[in-house]
């Protein structure tokens, strides 16, 4: 039972444009959200996070968007350069975080196009 | 290099043998996770310390598995008699003050023959 979501297995975008990547979730007790990056044969890379009492989060060319009661959170890459091209992973934790670890997505590929 | 860092990097062995990996977190750093990475899943999560105590373990994590920290530092993962559906990417992290914000290593891919 996935309790958090990308649909989106890959997403082609063409570069300087906007890639924007969909995770939803289905736990209510999630209170905190992360978008992770990997390249192959590297581990994941810390981009974004954001808490539920907040409904954005910026940082550069990277805004992720909650919306609670959809259960929704997206990732907007503003413009999309060539080295955006990986695999992102959103991740999601309870409130108090630790002991639980995180629940990811399966992760989305988002090839940039020159 | 104050990353997350893990050896060996890769690991082939034999079905029914015994391997450890080893996880050096980022030093400030007293909460360690481990997760296991599949082909086309994300990594999920088999066990985590807080300093030297292990507080919470995955149902993915079976009897073959043991996980340590001994002084609260660094962390070692041991697999006891291998399957083949061992072979995974086995993921290091860590954390300090804020628990949800977790660095990962590179990781120790393992291929089970």
């Known amino acids: 039972d996935q309790q958090v979501k990308q649909n989106s297995p890959s997403l082609s975008v063409q570069e300087g444009r906007i890639s924007i990547l969909n995770c939803d979730y289905t736990n209510s007790m999630f209170d905190y959200f992360l978008w992770y990056k990997k390249y192959p044969a590297e581990g994941p890379t810390f981009l974004i996070s954001?808490?539920?009492?907040?409904d954005k989060n910026e940082d550069g060319r990277f805004t992720v968007f909650l919306n609670k009661s959809a259960k929704h959170l997206s990732l907007h890459i503003v413009p999309s350069q060539p080295g955006d091209s990986a695999v992102y992973f959103c991740a999601a934790s309870p409130a108090g975080g630790g002991a639980d670890g995180l629940t990811f997505g399966k992760g989305t590929h988002l090839i940039i196009q020159p | 290099d104050t990353g997350v860092s893990q050896n060996p990097r890769h690991k082939i062995t034999k079905r029914g043998q015994n391997v450890t990996f080893r996880c050096d977190p980022i030093s400030e750093h007293n909460r360690l996770y481990w997760y296991r990475q599949t082909l086309g899943q994300g990594p999920e999560f088999l066990t985590y310390?807080?300093?030297?105590?292990?507080?919470?373990k995955s149902r993915l994590l079976s009897d073959r598995f043991s996980a340590e920290r001994p002084k609260g530092s660094f962390s070692t993962l041991e697999i006891q008699r291998t399957e083949q559906g061992d072979s995974a990417m086995y993921l290091c992290?860590?954390?300090?003050?804020?628990?949800?914000?977790?660095?990962f290593g590179p990781g120790t891919r393992l291929t089970v023959l």
């Open positions: 310390f807080q300093n030297e105590a292990q507080l919470e």
């Open positions: 992290a860590s954390s300090f003050w804020i628990p949800n914000e977790q660095f």
């Open positions: 954001i808490s539920s009492i907040k």
